[in-house]
């Protein structure tokens, strides 16, 4: 699987993430001649355990946190921060965890947005909201290395992957846009993920993003 | 949902059992080799029982929760089953087979971890070994037949030895839907008919011990197997 890196939208100080900054970043990519070739959605949800009196409580992690991708439906995916682990299942492992009745759903977070092809680069763009509200809580932006020689490895693809970066970072400033795109990346080592990229890497990068946009909006 | 029937067979006829699965032909031979771990769930209080929790949390029979590592593959593969209470009323006691709810999920193999982390721990083990025929049918059938080991140490599948060396479990499943058990129920009792000189297969937990004829009927199906041989 080719690397990817999900990265997110730095407002500057004291400038606000609006609908309208999602526009710009979309006509950012347009004019590095990205093409838009779909729509694309993942939803992240943060689970907790039922509350039952004392008599009938079940010792378990306070925090379950679940992702799933339209891309790749067929799989779920579970992370337990606290247990530094990233779990794969199939998509059934929900109908399992409903059965169980051990964690109920506290709230969900829907990315979604555009899909661009750019060179030899594939480019994911669009906010993330609260299922049940339309308040924006961020903006995610996602790319991979797809044509010429994808490689899987973390490390070997850092460096192109930056210059990536860069690149549309310049692109970025030449809209004067006030901010700038940021990389969360979690230790994958810490949660025993190699460097050899997968589905796991990419379910953990967004937990990681899911939560710090929770914890964004709880500041504010 | 699936339906389910089981027997038991003694160890000396199985070679026999084996003729006959392959022919009833269609049938894939695949070996089974799996570690399976029953979980319960951890209450906080020393006096919350787990399945009553659940039976009171849902008013339903307390269902099962169990990991598979299938060790005849490699890497080794993880499932996760969840299999609820069986189907109740008149008519489902009427039934020749056992109709129940069940839900699986592949994982990866940090399952038990996983399990362990939300609040399951193991109530018991078991290695199963033997092999599996799968049919395709009016609807596809899986026939497993399997030594159960008992594990002396925790995870210690390599000094696994038989609960009953001399018998070993047949297994007679068909996958089903609400809208096709009834025609599902049927196939796999007519499908269990032709097992019936070595194995009589009911609804589990009323076995109907062992076939007093099957010396003979094993003997019967090896010989004629050896001629087969012999011809070719």
């Keep these: 699987m080719v690397v990817k890196w999900v990265l997110h939208w730095q407002p500057s100080a004291g400038a606000q993430v609006t609908s309208q900054t999602l526009v710009d970043l979309f006509r950012s990519i347009e004019s590095m001649n990205g093409v838009r070739t779909g729509r694309w959605q993942i939803t992240a949800a943060q689970h907790r355990p039922f509350t039952r009196d004392q008599a009938m409580a079940i010792d378990c992690a306070k925090e379950l946190l679940g992702v799933a991708f339209s891309e790749f439906a067929s799989k779920h995916y579970f992370v337990l921060r606290a247990e530094r682990m990233v779990v794969e299942a199939d998509s059934s492992i929900q109908a399992i965890m409903e059965k169980l009745q051990v964690y109920r759903n506290r709230l969900s977070m829907v990315f979604e947005g555009f899909q661009y092809q750019l060179g030899d680069f594939q480019l994911k763009a669009g ?27 973390i490390e070997k693809t850092r460096q192109m992957m930056q210059e990536f970066v860069d690149l549309w970072q310049e692109a970025i400033s030449a809209q004067s846009m006030s901010g700038r795109i940021s990389l969360l990346e979690p230790n994958f080592a810490e949660y025993a993920l190699s460097d050899t990229y997968t589905w796991q890497h990419t379910a953990l990068q967004y937990i990681f993003l899911f939560a710090y946009f929770l914890s964004q909006s709880q500041r504010a | 949902m699936e339906c389910v029937v089981q027997g038991i067979i003694e160890a000396q006829h199985v070679e026999a059992l084996d003729v006959l699965l392959q022919g009833l032909c269609e049938g894939q031979r695949e070996a089974v080799k799996t570690h399976e771990i029953c979980l319960k769930s951890k209450p906080i209080s020393s006096f919350a029982d787990s399945r009553a929790l659940e039976s009171l949390e849902t008013g339903t029979v307390a269902s099962e929760l169990h990991l598979l590592c299938d060790l005849s593959k490699r890497p080794h593969i993880w499932t996760v089953k969840h299999i609820g209470g069986a189907m109740r009323g008149t008519g489902a006691e009427q039934l020749p087979a056992l109709v129940r709810n069940i839900v699986e999920s592949k994982m990866s193999n940090n399952a038990l971890r996983f ?41 210690s599948i390599d000094e696994a030895t038989p609960v009953t060396p001399n018998i070993q479990l047949v297994e007679v499943t068909a996958p089903a839907t609400a809208d096709n058990f009834s025609d599902v129920v049927p196939a796999i009792s007519s499908f269990a008919e032709h097992l019936s000189p070595l194995v009589n297969l009911s609804k589990p937990g009323s076995f109907a011990g062992i076939v007093s004829t099957a010396s003979t009927a094993a003997a019967s199906l090896l010989s004629r197997s050896d001629r087969l041989e012999h011809r070719v």
């Design chain 1, 127 to 153: 906010r993330a909201v609260l299922s049940q509200a339309e308040n924006l809580r961020g903006i995610v932006l996602e790319f991979a290395q797809v044509e010429y020689s994808p490689v899987s490895s």
């Design chain 2, 115 to 155: 399990f362990y982390a939300v609040g399951y721990k193991m109530d018991y083990e078991l290695l199963r070994d033997g092999f599996a025929y799968r049919f395709q049918r009016a609807f596809p059938i899986t026939v497993t037949v399997t030594s159960v080991c008992r594990l002396p140490k925790q995870h």
